[in-house]
C-alpha cells in the first residue's frame, strides 16, 4: 500500500506561482511512476508531469516550460513547481504514483488561478 498526500495548492493570480508536494508513506525510490494529474470542472482527468523509473520525465504540452516536476528521494517526495499560471490550470490536482503495477491516488488540491 502507498499513502499520498498532497499539500500547496490555493488561489493565486494568473502569472503567479505554487509549489505542490506529494508525500509518500513509503520510499519513492522504488516507483516506477510518480507524478501528477489534473482534472478540471467538466473535464477528464489528465496527465500534467510524471517522472518514470526515477530517471526521465514528461510533461503534458500544456504546461512545458511553466511546470518542473521533482523528487527528494530522502523525504519521499515528488514536487510540482508551477510558474506562469494560467486560469487554465486551474484543477483538482491529483498526486499518484505505480508500486508494483498497482495505482495509487492522493485525495486531491485545489489551484485555482484567477484572471
Known amino acids: 500500500q502507498v499513502h499520498l498526500v498532497e499539500s500547496g495548492g490555493g488561489l493565486v493570480q494568473a502569472g503567479g506561482s505554487l509549489r505542490l508536494s506529494c508525500a509518500a508513506s513509503?520510499?519513492?525510490?522504488?516507483?516506477?511512476?510518480m507524478g501528477w494529474f489534473r482534472q478540471a470542472p467538466g473535464k477528464q482527468r489528465e496527465l500534467v508531469a510524471h517522472i518514470i523509473s526515477g530517471a526521465s520525465t514528461e510533461y503534458a504540452e500544456s504546461v512545458k516550460g511553466r511546470f518542473t516536476i521533482s523528487r527528494d528521494n530522502a523525504k519521499n517526495t515528488v514536487y510540482l513547481q508551477m510558474n506562469s499560471l494560467k486560469s487554465e490550470d486551474t484543477a483538482v490536482y491529483y498526486c499518484?504514483?505505480?508500486?508494483?503495477?498497482?495505482?495509487?491516488w492522493g485525495q486531491g488540491t485545489q489551484v485555482t488561478v484567477s484572471s
Open positions: 499518484y504514483s505505480v508500486w508494483y503495477g498497482q495505482d495509487y
Open positions: 513509503r520510499s519513492i525510490f522504488s516507483m516506477n511512476r
